[in-house]
């Protein structure tokens, strides 16, 4: 696995977007940026439970992010996310998002 950490703390990679910088980036460059600054950080111990850490570090921001879009309107946000509303339910659920 490539890894990009070194181009996600350049400044030049920022941009401006509704008065906020944001990073021009992919988004799995950042995500490859901090697995990697973990895994430094680690000194050589290795991590467990690393997936479950890593979904949950992701799954609820993006909910989060999701329902504040939606208006907390779980149809739409269901939709937008291409899953099931009771699978939606479910992660909001087990989030503490409910």
Known sequence: MKMAHSAVNKSDHLGKHKGTERRCEPFGACIEAALARYLED?????????????????????????????RSNQSQAAELLGINRNTLRKKLKMHGLD
């Not at 680690?42 to 879009?69: A, D, S, T």
């Open 42 to 70: 680690l000194n050589g111990h290795r991590p467990l439970g690393l997936y479950k850490m890593v979904m949950q570090e992701v799954e609820r921001p993006f909910l989060e992010m999701v329902m504040r879009h939606t």
